[in-house]
């Protein structure tokens, strides 16, 4: 009833219509360099006592010289206290809510909330028109701020920021890939009702054609990394009776992220796979690609 009642306190009022603002700060001590840009949120909080008059929320990008991005919400008047497993639910534009992990600040103060990961916030927000945040007033439960964040300018953190143009063609191309790949795996379906794809199915491959697959892979990895020892990531790969990768699952991770990841991204470039020693695919097969061989 104390939540009812405390949520009937407080409704939200238009603010003139925000856009970002950016600054940079000196420490001419440490010879740093932190950049902000900053936006305020179009509507506000009314708060009952003891916090009398609007509340508004602001959302802050904030790079340091020598530190990673953050991305903080400030509220200017009321608390967002944050312990343990803080979360807030956004929305951008007309995707799904999803839930973002929070942290507090370490100094304690009750009025900012750190987006946990904050690069891949910061990427939304790049390409957003409109983003609706929940979060939790202390004594006056929760409420949604709107931000318009179209038009942000920011270079100094996160990925490299991606021209309209791009995010459309990266679309494009995603939405062909899905549709290349229903279409092999409605032919597979369809070869696999007749007596020569079971049977092809059923037929393991060769003792040398892991390897064979492996040498036309390997040139496909991207990775730099100095890493320790040679750790090995074994992935399933799954194939139409042409030889097209129709799919990829890492089953047994190499204890490096990065590793699994470039093995993963590489046989995705790779698309197809050479025929074995007897002139077939098979549809499925297990390898395993370390760093080092």
Not at 110 to 122: G, I, K, R, Y
Request: charge should be positive; proline fraction near 4%.
């Amino acid at each position: 009833m104390k939540t009812i009642i405390a949520l009937l306190l407080f409704c939200f009022t238009a603010v003139v219509s925000a856009q970002w603002s950016y600054r940079t700060t000196n420490d001419s001590m440490r010879g740093t360099k932190t950049r902000f840009a900053e936006l305020n949120s179009t509507n506000r909080a009314q708060l009952s006592f003891p916090y009398g008059g609007g509340s508004k929320l602001q959302l802050i990008i904030r790079k340091k010289s020598d530190a990673d991005t953050d991305v903080v919400f400030l509220l200017d008047r009321g608390q967002v206290p944050c312990h343990t497993d803080c979360r807030m639910a956004a929305k951008f534009d007309d995707d799904e809510v999803a839930e973002w992990e929070l942290s507090g600040p370490a100094s304690g103060r009750s009025a900012s909330l750190f987006v946990d990961e904050a690069n891949d916030f910061l990427e939304r927000l790049k390409t957003a028109k409109k983003l609706v945040v929940e979060v939790q007033i202390y004594d006056h439960g929760s409420f949604q701020f709107t931000f318009n964040p179209k038009g942000l300018k920011w270079e100094w953190g996160g990925k490299k920021q991606e021209t309209e143009d791009e995010v459309k063609q990266k679309l494009a191309e995603a939405a062909a890939d899905k549709k290349r790949q229903e279409n092999i795996q409605r032919i597979t379906s369809l070869a696999g009702a007749d007596a020569k794809g079971v049977a092809q199915k059923s037929s393991g491959p060769s003792a040398s054609y892991g390897g064979k697959v492996r040498a036309k892979v390997q040139p496909n990895i991207v990775f730099t990394e100095d890493i320790a020892g040679n750790p090995t990531a074994e992935v399933e790969v799954r194939t139409a009776l042409d030889g097209s990768i129709i799919g990829q699952r890492l089953i047994k991770p190499s204890g490096h992220k990065a590793w699994d990841e470039a093995v993963i991204k590489a046989i995705i470039r790779t698309e197809t796979v050479p025929r074995d020693v007897d002139g077939r695919v098979p549809s499925s097969m297990i390898l395993e690609f370390r760093p080092r061989d």
